[in-house]
């Protein structure tokens, strides 16, 4: 996949630069539930950002918001009556309270630290005229080998499902937060959608995508994102996301017939995505089928071994690319056990949601002047 689209987005013809318009009213929602411990990082460091025309809404749900308080007047602290336990319901209970008709708005996790020219990027594409943007979520913390390893996938992924599906004329993937979009948008594709559980990005994406719609790929617009550090961490995570791609299937199938019969270029690559096993998961099946080969067709376990090694550099490309840090080629020999743990998860998957609905966050560090965690 990572070759096909490579292929493809050179045969694109890629979009000119247009001048930045105004400051658009962007409306920051920052959800937070049962920990607030990093919320004030979160809300300074969009504080400190060159942008000045937004209002902060952190809903803080199930949680006590005695230690917030915030002197500036564009941060508004919305603790909910009763426990909403879900991201969307966060979202319009604080869009139920905006404080004027924001234009935009945008999705920031509570463990989250924003660049400072997280809006600027993004006023880059919105001027291009899209609806929807997907921005990076760099490592907050490498302190532990599962952090590196975290990083390197989502590095990987930042490159294949978002810059270069982006490229070659699809859509980039959502990713839960750090990313933006025109408030009409948002409340069109979920205000009447009820979602339980994880995977609300799955649904938002698809919907946008049905409406024809393409979500852009703004790769200079940085929020810094916690990696699992910790082995319990990692299993609920990967169990619930998991259960994610299991739970919404259908809508990969759903989205690639829509795309043959109505001849959508744009829904056809980003279905062929969501029908994608998850990594570990892709890794497992070749190695299956490349020991099958061997006794039934071992000339065609050839193609095994070119796949591995075009997959080998297409993580090292993104890995180059994307400028990683040395602490996170030297984790990649630990990568086995990083694939044990997702197996592990793989187990727990059925009953993920049961589990835990939320990441427990530990790392409280901020940013600084340099932009710099």
Known sequence: MPLFFYIISLLKKKRTNVEVGGEADY?????????????????????????????????ADN???????????????????????????????????????????TIIDSDNLVHQEYFNELNKVFDQGYEAVQGVRAAKNLDTTYACLDEAGDIYYRLVDRKLMFEAGSSAALSGSGMAFTTALYRNCLETTEILGA????????????????????EYA???????????????????????WFKYLFLGAK??????????????????????????????????????????MPVFALYWVLCVLLFIAAVFSALSYFQADGRIYKSLKNAPKFIYF??????????ANQISIATEHYHEEKIDDSNKV
């Open 63 to 105: 949680c006590d918001v005695n230690g917030l308080h915030f002197e500036d007047q564009r941060v508004v602290v919305l603790r909910p009556e009763e426990v909403l336990a879900s991201n969307t319901k966060s979202h319009f209970y604080a869009i139920n309270r905006f404080k004027r008709p924001h234009e935009r708005l």
């Open 255 to 296: 989205m690639m017939i829509r795309s043959i019969g109505g001849l959508d270029w744009n829904q056809f690559l980003f279905s062929t995505m969501l029908l994608r096993p998850p990594l570990f998961m892709l890794i497992m099946i070749s190695f299956l089928f490349f020991i099958l080969d061997l006794f039934i």
């Open 199 to 218: 995977g609300f990005d799955k649904i938002l994406q698809y919907e946008i995508i049905s409406r024809g719609k393409r979500i852009a790929f703004a």
């Open 27 to 59: 409306a920051v929602i920052v959800t937070a539930y049962l920990q607030v411990t990093q919320v004030s990082f979160a809300v300074n460091s969009i504080l400190k950002a060159s942008y000045s025309n937004y209002i902060i809404y952190v809903v």
């Open 222 to 244: 940085v929020v810094y994102d916690e990696k699992t550090s910790k082995t319990d961490q990692l299993v609920n995570q990967r169990s619930r996301w998991i259960n994610t």
């Open 342 to 351: 997702q197996i592990l998860a793989l187990l727990k998957a059925r009953r």
